[in-house]
């Protein structure tokens, strides 16, 4: 019985140090959306997991940005998105439920550029091309050295 015990316990420590385990690399999507996805997709993905709460046109860009509040994510509370004139994502940004997520959750915190000024902090992941896709910026940021406030994508330039 106390063997049995025992390698249940090591399995389970086994199990959640590996959900905890930060990615290699930074992903270039959030929660399922991808920069230069359409906004009909992004739409389908999104009243599947949120609840959209705002639309704004831009007309200075021609384009639009919306809320959506996330219906029932633990880490996550809800994200803004911009599209293009051309009903494309070009921005994505996620908040965080505070104290949740970890800077070390998104990317390792060693490749990423590193800003602070003691009371912000700021993590800066760039991620290179790949055949078609563009490169793209991950910017995370809070007011904590260890989690995060949010997070957003960007199409680097």
Known sequence: MIRKTFLITVLLSLVC???RAAPAKPSREALGLRLGMSEEAVHKRLQRI?????EEREEEEGGEQEVWVLKKDLRYNYLF???SREHRL???TVVAHPSRVRYSDLGETKDATVATDGMNYS???KIVAQGKERAVLL???????EFLTSYSLYVSR
Do not use: D
């Open 17 to 19: 140090s590996g959900a």
């Open 50 to 54: 949120a609840t959209q709460q705002k």
């Open 81 to 83: 998105t911009k599209f």
């Open 90 to 92: 070009i921005l994505v």
């Open 123 to 125: 993590y800066k992941w």
């Open 139 to 145: 910017i995370a940021r809070g007011s904590n050295a």
